[in-house]
């Protein structure tokens, strides 16, 4: 089963971001990474996505139109993802959060 992690967030930068970050996990086919910038790029990749599991979606919270919180139901009753698995945060500071440990720098000092 192919296993996907969405991201949301409305800056292109984003991507290159995670994309470094996470290279070698993706290298390795650990999971997949696809990029929306918006709720509704979102959801349709969310619609989509016959024969993957979505099993992390890292959404932004605001954004133009819809919104990371508007956006998470509707992801939800569209497939089978189980929002409890969600990280749902500002996306800059969810990048320190997570990216800290693997830059090998403390939170403070990661400039997403």
Not at 59 to 88: C, H, Q, V, Y
């Amino acid at each position: 089963m192919n296993l996907l992690i969405l991201v949301v967030d409305d800056e292109p930068d984003v991507e290159v971001l995670f994309r470094q970050q996470f290279r070698h996990d993706l290298r390795a086919g650990r999971f997949t990474m696809e990029f929306a910038q918006s709720g509704d790029m979102a959801l349709q990749r969310i619609t989509d996505a016959a024969g993957v599991s979505i099993i992390l979606i890292l959404s932004d919270i605001n954004m133009p139109g819809m919104s990371g919180l508007e956006l998470l139901p509707k992801a939800k009753a569209l497939s089978a993802f189980d929002p409890k698995r969600t990280l749902d945060s500002y996306l800059r500071l969810s990048v320190g959060w997570l990216l800290g440990p693997f830059c090998g720098r403390p939170k403070s000092q990661v400039t997403p």
